[in-house]
């Protein structure tokens, strides 16, 4: 029997006032980001709450690209074997599969191509989330595995869809022209938020004097570097709602990205319901390419997701589908829904990128505005 939400809740919120009070009295906001996310057995990944699916009715609190429709998957499998076969390589991986969707269209649109792969490794800390992957691979079993950690040495196709939104990013807070770290407390019996002086500061001056809410993203820049150091030949294609660092640290944008998902609704409070609801923050995709090229990896492409697919050929696999999944599509294209927040960058270790050009980038690359 699954436990109860409130049970769940009271056990997180206890480790994480025992967690401030072992601070000192003050936990970062990404220590307390970490733990409401990925808390053993407690944190909103590592639970067994739905998470993923079309409608609150279900359970679920938010729906991602391959659960709409196949067409996403299937579409990013014309990428996935273009850069396979550039790159002389034969397995995939996935990070933070959700509900393994996005494995099964990939195997399947390879395998319709006659391009069979010889393993799709999947790189998921939720246990939870790993069954019902199983669950929805296991016609797949013979050519999907699991692990918790990197090798040493890795080769292949790096696919990560809604990934580095969800990992815990520092807040800063500029508020009378001091800028301070914003962090968590525990007073009168519930967490708060409380700040402190700090010489951390945005990538980019923001200009002005006004009060000013910000993210830096210090364990996804980590990430890229740990991909950068693993991955000896391949390619990675990283999927996410974000923006270049201009547009991240524009003066207007004062009250930052950080959000919560709940029953498919947003809300902008993650000391309520710690480990009953998503916690993410944009992607800054200036920092990510940074960081892979201060790794030594190639930027291969950057370009609004509707563009990427448009590249891919997604319009002729919609040609065989039916009217649903062609109003579905719509919304992975239009620029007022997915098609324009949500960007794809290629990276690629130094000799993976010589002489190809990856398909979705073909038209519409915006490298030059990272």
Request: aromatic content about 8%; charged content about 20%.
């Amino acid at each position: 029997m699954a436990t109860e939400p409130t049970s769940l809740t009271s056990d997180l919120l206890a480790r994480v006032v025992g967690a401030i009070a072992q601070a000192g009295a003050w936990l970062p906001f990404d220590r307390f980001m970490a733990m409401a996310l990925y808390e053993p057995g407690l944190g909103y990944y590592a639970n067994t709450s739905a998470k993923f699916g079309h409608t609150p009715q279900g359970g679920s609190d938010f729906v991602t690209a391959p659960e709409l429709t196949p067409l996403f998957g299937h579409t990013l499998a014309r990428q996935v074997a273009q850069a396979l076969d550039a790159t002389g390589t034969d397995e995939v991986w996935e990070f933070g599969a959700g509900t393994g969707a996005l494995a099964l269209q990939v195997i399947e649109a390879l395998a319709d191509q006659g391009r069979p792969l010889r393993r799709y490794t999947i790189v998921d800390l939720s246990g939870s989330l790993r069954e019902r992957q199983r669950a929805t691979m296991a016609a797949h079993a013979d050519v999907v595995r699991w692990v918790d950690a990197l090798p040493e040495r890795m080769e292949g196709v790096v696919l990560g869809n809604e990934v580095l939104d969800a990992m815990p990013v520092q807040l800063l807070a500029r508020v009378g022209g001091v800028w301070l770290e914003r962090g968590v407390a525990w007073h009168d019996n519930q967490l708060v938020w409380a700040d402190r002086p700090t010489a951390l500061r945005p990538p980019l001056e923001v200009p002005g004097e006004h009060d000013y809410l910000t993210e830096i993203h210090p364990q996804a820049e980590a990430f890229v570097r740990t991909l950068a150091d693993r991955l000896q030949r391949g390619a990675a294609f990283l999927l996410d709602y974000g923006f270049p660092e201009a547009e991240y640290f524009h003066p207007q944008r004062h009250m930052g990205t950080l959000m919560c998902h709940r029953a498919h609704r947003s809300d902008s409070n993650p000391l309520v319901d710690v480990g009953q609801k998503d916690i993410t923050a944009h992607v800054n995709f200036t920092g990510v390419a940074l960081a892979a090229q201060d790794a030594g990896m190639a930027v291969m492409g950057f370009t609004s997701q509707g563009r990427f697919l448009l590249n891919c050929g997604v319009l002729d696999l919609a040609r065989g589908a039916d009217t649903r999944q062609n109003a579905m599509m719509q919304k992975l294209l239009n620029e007022h829904e997915m098609g324009e927040l949500f960007k794809v960058i290629a990276l690629a270790p130094a000799g993976s990128d010589a002489g190809w050009v990856p398909l979705g980038f073909s038209v519409g690359d915006r490298t030059h505005r990272l």
